[in-house]
Structure formats: structure tokens, C-alpha cells
């Protein structure tokens, strides 16, 4: 599934109203994120924080012994983890403040529950990428978080269409995918008529990560109905510090 590994992450939610934090912890949840922990004050987070160690925080601006920004301004002294500010405000002096002390994002109120899901999802994918799993093929593995493949010691970047095809495929693992469905998933809501353009880019993307693309092993061709890729495993992602990197590469 993808992002499965950001739903791991402890999210911290810190807001006085009690109606709110239930709100966003049923949000969290419909998406999957059980690890989930509140505080309703300044103090209290801070005391949380120290014994929970949480992955991300969800900052409420405005709270009863102090706000937001003294909060995140404390946390720094002893964590680095990335902070979403909420809040009522739609003060432009308000974001600058945040951002200003090194906020990830700033969610005004109130709110769609996907724009909260997108923006809490983009902040973890870029500040745990290096946890990502890599996804192990046949011949090759897949890094997804950095848009590449590690095949034979060699490091081989995806395009972003290629990226996209193959995580809709990896998401899909060992299951037929449609070819309306992976045209819409790399072109948008209107993918008639990019058949063409899918094969060639099923075409570049073999030549990656099969031996021998005309004999592929991991990304397979159901005639009539679509592609499926087969997946061996998913490992923790590495250092490619060793690897070679081509010199070249195909856009």
C-alpha cells in the first residue's frame, strides 16, 4: 500500500478543544494512522513529548498557557521533529512567525479532512524518506522515496512518469492493474489516448529494472486487461553512498 511506513509515525495533536482533537483523530484514523497521541496545553505537550518521542506535531496557534510558536520554540531545545501549525488565524504575520521558526506547514481553519491528510502525508514523506522501504524485484530493487533503482551496484533514476507508473503498480503488488488505470493515475482525470505513450514508458522502465527486458520477470504484460508487478519483498532502504552512478540517464 502506498506510504505504508509513514502510518507508523507517532502524530502529536495539540489543541484545548476537546471537539477538535477528536475530530482530527477520527481524520488520522479513516486514513490509518493509529499511533496517535493528544495534549491540550502547552505544559502537558511538553511533558508528552519527552516521554512519548513523537514523529510529527499538529500545533494548534492559539492555547490556553501560552501558543504554538513558545511550544515549538521549546521543543527545539530538546527535538527536531517537523511541526504543522492549525489554527483559526488567517493572519499572514501568524505564517511568518511559523515558518520563520522553522514550521513544515500551516493549516488555516478550518479545513477539507484530504487537505489535512495531503499536507500531513508530503510533511512526513519528506522528512522520513530515508525510512521508506526499498521494493525488492527479481532483478533489482526499487527506492521509490528517491525516484531510483539499484540494480547490479548501480543507481539508475526514474523519471517522474516512470516514478508514477511504478508506484501505482508497486501499490498494486501482484495484482492486474488496468491500463485506464495506470493512464489516470500518471495523466489525470481525462487519460484517453496516452496508451502509446504508457507502453513506451513500460518499455524504458523494463529496460531498468529487468536483466532482460524482452524476457521481463517483474513487470508483466496481462494481454487484454493491463500490467501487474511482482514483488519478492520490501527491505529497509540503505546508504548508496557505495553504488555507481551513471553518468547519463534517459529523461
Request: hydrophobic fraction near 40%; charged fraction near 25%.
Amino acid at each position: 500500500m502506498k506510504d505504508t511506513y509513514l502510518k507508523s509515525k507517532k502524530v502529536l495533536i495539540v489543541d484545548d478543544e476537546e471537539s477538535l482533537r477528536s475530530m482530527l483523530i477520527t481524520i488520522l484514523e479513516d486514513e490509518n494512522f493509529f499511533n496517535i497521541i493528544t495534549a491540550d496545553c502547552v505544559k502537558s505537550a511538553l511533558e508528552i513529548c519527552q516521554q512519548e518521542k513523537p514523529d510529527i506535531a499538529i500545533l494548534d496557534v492559539m492555547l490556553p498557557d501560552g501558543n504554538g510558536f513558545e511550544l515549538m520554540d521549546a521543543l527545539r531545545s530538546f527535538t527536531n521533529i517537523p511541526v504543522i501549525f492549525l489554527t483559526a488565524k488567517d493572519d499572514i504575520q501568524d505564517k511568518y512567525s511559523g515558518f520563520g521558526l522553522g514550521a513544515d506547514d500551516y493549516i488555516t481553519k478550518p479545513f477539507m479532512p484530504k487537505e489535512l491528510i495531503y499536507r500531513l502525508n508530503a510533511v512526513l514523506r519528506r522528512c522520513y524518506k530515508e525510512d521508506s522501504p526499498l521494493i525488492e524485484l527479481h532483478d533489482c530493487k526499487i527506492d521509490l522515496a528517491n525516484a531510483q533503482v539499484i540494480k547490479n551496484d548501480e543507481v539508475l533514476p526514474l523519471t517522474a512518469k516512470e516514478h508514477d507508473i511504478l508506484e501505482t503498480l508497486v501499490r498494486n503488488a501482484n495484482h492486474i492493474v488496468t491500463i485506464d488505470a495506470l493512464c489516470e493515475a500518471v495523466w489525470g482525470d481525462n487519460p484517453f489516448g496516452y496508451g502509446n505513450s504508457l507502453l513506451a514508458h513500460i518499455r524504458r522502465i523494463r529496460e531498468k529494472i529487468e536483466l532482460n527486458p524482452s524476457k521481463p520477470k517483474s513487470l508483466i504484460t496481462v494481454k487484454g486487461l493491463g500490467y501487474k508487478i511482482n514483488v519478492e519483498s520490501r527491505l529497509q532502504s540503505v546508504s548508496y553512498t557505495h553504488l555507481t552512478l551513471p553518468t547519463t540517464s534517459r529523461v
